[in-house]
């Protein structure tokens, strides 16, 4: 189970909202099983199917994150027309075992799953808000 402080929750739905119907993508950050703050990326690739992060701005967040005492704990992105479900390119994509995949779906309203990804296999992780 993981805890998500309910702004940052928040942030992410309304990140996905703003930028649609291109993929809002970005990093989770907090302690131990805690998602603390948020940081929003440009998805780079500017579209609804697909998105990447520019290398730069990875290391920006990377560098701040460690000067706030937190870890990455998650990387978040929107499916605009399609089901809070990883693809299968998500999977294939999901090279780091030690993080949490977090989708939001604007399909039919919103839907916000949480996923952990292990030798090509998911699984579903329960969250709360606090």
């Given at each position: 189970m993981v805890i998500f402080k309910k702004e940052v929750l928040e942030d992410i739905i309304n990140h996905a909202k703003e930028v649609f119907p291109i993929e809002a993508c970005g990093y989770i950050a907090g302690i131990d099983n805690k998602f603390l703050v948020n940081f929003?990326?440009?998805?780079?690739?500017?579209?609804?199917?697909?998105?990447?992060?520019?290398?730069?701005?990875?290391?920006?967040?990377?560098?701040?994150?460690?000067?706030?005492?937190?870890?990455?704990?998650?990387?978040?992105?929107?499916?605009?027309y399609s089901e809070a479900v990883m693809s299968s390119e998500d999977i294939r994509l999901a090279y780091d075992e030690s993080?949490?995949?977090?989708?939001?779906?604007?399909?039919?309203?919103?839907?916000?799953?949480?996923?952990?990804?292990?030798?090509?296999?998911?699984?579903?992780?329960e969250f709360i808000l606090e």
């Open positions: 929003r990326m440009k998805n780079i690739d500017n579209k609804p199917d697909h998105f990447s992060f520019d290398v730069n701005e990875q290391f920006q967040v990377l560098k701040k994150t460690r000067s706030m005492g937190l870890k990455i704990l998650g990387v978040y992105h929107s499916h605009p993080v949490y995949y977090i989708l939001v779906s604007l399909l039919d309203g919103i839907d916000v799953k949480v996923y952990k990804v292990k030798d090509g296999k998911t699984s579903l992780v």
